[in-house]
């Protein structure tokens, strides 16, 4: 499984991104997507994740202010990033785990300037 994400930039806080993460390859067995981040310094968290069915989930962090949304027929997930906050600086990067293991895209970078 290949994952490219995109959407990432500079953006002042308040502002808002929306990131896209496309999957290719064997996709048949993907169930659940995510979102992860990784801040200068700190570990990669997870801050949302979807289902196949399209249940949703998220970092208390991001709540509110963040929506995961997926289109199955595209392989794709979205993260609508909303009143965006310094904090929420990082690199974010998608995730798909399936029975032969777990990757990663090559993350895109999310900088949200006071």
């Known amino acids: 499984v290949q994952l490219q994400a995109s959407g990432g930039g500079l953006v002042q806080a308040g502002e808002s991104l929306k990131l896209s993460c496309v999957a290719s390859?064997?996709?048949?067995?993907?169930?659940?997507m995510s979102w992860y981040r990784q801040a200068p310094g700190k570990m990669r968290e997870l801050v949302a994740g979807?289902?196949?069915?399209?249940?949703?989930s998220y970092a208390d962090s991001v709540k509110g202010r963040f929506t995961i949304s997926r289109d199955n027929a595209k392989n794709t997930i979205y993260l609508e990033m909303n009143n965006l906050k310094p904090e929420d600086t990082a690199v974010y990067y998608c995730n798909v785990p399936t029975p032969g293991g777990a990757y990663w895209g090559q993350g895109t970078r999310v900088t949200v300037s006071s």
């Open positions: 979807i289902t196949s069915g399209g249940s949703p």
């Open positions: 390859g064997p996709t048949s067995s993907i169930r659940w």
